[in-house]
C-alpha cells in the first residue's frame, strides 16, 4: 500500500535519515517518538507538504514522490484540527470536495454518509469556536474522510483532548478501522496510545526508524536501549552472557547475576518489564534462580498503580496495585525480595 524507500528529507536544522517503511492495505500503523523525533515531518513529506531530498514514496504501486499534495489522494488531520473559524461545520467538512469542483449531488451524498458515519448530523450548522475538542476533532475526520483518500494521516490527533475525551475518541478510531478498513498512519508520542490502537509500530527517534514491529514485539522484545527506554521498560542493565559448565545462561552485570533463557550470548544489554517484578516480604522457599534482595528506595503514587523502586546494588522498578502495595504493607526503607522468571528478561 504504501512503500518508502531510503526516504531522506531536511527541514530547517532537521533530518529524516533513510526512513524504508511498508504499510499495508487496511493496516493501522502508528509512528511513536518523543518530540522533535521526526513523526509529523514524515507524515508532511508522504502527504506532498515538505520537500524530499532523496529516496521514493509510492502509494498503491504508484510513484508519489514528486507529486503535488492534491494529486496523491492522501488527507491529513493535525493536533490543532486546523478548522476555518469563518465557516460552519457543514462548511468546513465540504471544503475539500468544492475547490475540487465536485456537483451539488455529489457533495450531498458524500455528506449523508459522513454524518452519519461519525454521528455528527447534528453539528452542521455550528460554528468551529462552539464545538468541545472532541466535537472538534470528529469534524476535522469527516472533512479528511469526505476525499475518501486511499490513506488517512493522523498527527498527534487526541494530544488535544482531556483524558475523558481521549478514550472516547480513541475508541471512536479504532471503530471507525473496523468499519472502513481504511488505511491509517496515526502519530503520537504516546506508546500507550500505540499499543492500543496499532496493528503495527514503527519507533522514531532523531529522524531515524529504530524498529518496527506489532505492539507485542516492539513492548516485549525493544531492539535497542533507546525503544526500551521509551517504551517504559525502566529496568535496564549493561554487562554480556556467559555459560556455566551445566549450560544455564547468565547475564553478569558485575553487581549481580541473572539466570536467562539460553540464544542471546552476544547481548549487551538486559532488560525487565516493572510489571514482570514480583514482591515479596519473605524469602520463597524453595529459592527461584532469579531472587534478590534490597530496601524500597522510592515510591511513586499513579493513583490506581504504584512504581516502587527497590535498590538492590542496582536499583529495580517495579509496578505494584494499590490493593498489593496496603497488603503487603510497603513502605520506604522496608527491606524486601524480588523475584522474576527467565523468560521475562530480555537481552539484545
Known amino acids: 500500500m504504501i512503500d518508502i524507500n531510503d526516504l531522506c528529507a531536511l527541514v530547517g536544522d532537521f533530518a529524516l535519515h533513510h526512513i524504508d517503511l511498508r504499510v499495508d492495505e487496511g493496516e493501522y500503523f502508528v509512528i511513536v517518538g518523543p518530540t522533535g523525533a ?3 515531518v514524515l507524515l508532511e513529506a508522504i502527504a506532498g507538504l515538505v520537500p524530499v531530498r532523496s529516496g521514493k514514496i509510492w502509494l498503491r504501486g504508484r510513484e508519489i514522490t514528486r507529486l503535488e499534495p492534491e494529486e496523491r489522494a ?3 488531520v493535525y493536533q490543532d484540527y486546523t478548522l476555518f473559524p469563518h465557516l460552519s461545520v457543514q462548511e468546513n467538512i465540504v471544503f475539500g470536495l468544492t475547490v475540487r469542483g465536485g456537483t451539488r449531488e455529489n457533495t450531498r451524498q458524500a455528506l449523508d454518509w459522513v454524518v ?3 454521528g455528527i448530523r447534528s453539528l452542521l450548522p455550528r460554528e468551529p469556536r462552539t464545538l ?4 472538534r476533532q470528529r469534524v476535522a475526520l469527516g472533512r479528511a474522510l469526505i476525499t475518501k483518500p486511499d490513506v488517512l494521516l493522523l498527527d498527534e490527533p487526541l494530544s488535544a483532548l482531556d483524558p475523558g475525551a481521549r478514550e472516547g475518541v480513541q475508541g471512536e478510531l479504532r471503530q471507525l478501522h473496523r468499519h472502513l478498513r ?3 498512519l496515526h502519530v503520537t508520542h504516546d506508546f500507550e496510545e500505540a499499543v492500543a490502537l496499532g496493528d503495527r509500530i514503527g519507533v522514531m527517534g532523531e529522524g531515524r ?3 518496527v514491529g506489532t505492539p507485542e514485539q516492539v513492548f516485549r522484545h525493544p531492539n535497542s536501549e533507546f525503544v526500551a527506554r521509551f517504551a517504559m521498560t525502566r529496568n535496564i542493565f549493561d554487562g554480556e552472557v556467559t555459560r556455566e ?3 544455564r545462561a547468565l547475564f553478569r552485570t558485575g553487581n549481580f547475576d541473572l539466570v536467562v533463557m539460553p540464544g542471546s550470548e552476544s547481548a549487551h544489554h538486559a532488560c525487565i518489564r516493572p510489571e514482570d517484578i514480583l514482591i515479596l516480604t519473605e524469602p520463597p522457599v524453595p529459592a527461584p534462580e532469579n531472587l534478590l534482595s534490597g530496601p524500597i528506595t522510592g515510591v511513586i503514587d499513579k493513583g490506581s498503580i504504584l512504581h516502587v523502586t527497590i535498590g538492590v546494588q542496582s536499583s529495580f522498578c517495579c509496578l505494584v496495585t494499590r490493593r498489593e502495595f496496603q497488603d503487603l504493607e510497603l513502605r520506604e526503607g522496608k527491606q524486601v525480595y524480588v523475584t522474576f522468571k527467565a ?3 530480555h537481552l539484545f
Open 182 to 184: 481504511a488505511t491509517v
Open 245 to 247: 559448565a551445566g549450560g
Open 74 to 76: 492522501v488527507s491529513i
Open 116 to 118: 452519519e458515519l461519525l
Open 343 to 345: 523468560s521475562s528478561i
Open 132 to 135: 468541545s475538542g472532541g466535537e
Open 209 to 211: 526508524l529504530r524498529q
Open 38 to 40: 521526526g513523526k509529523t
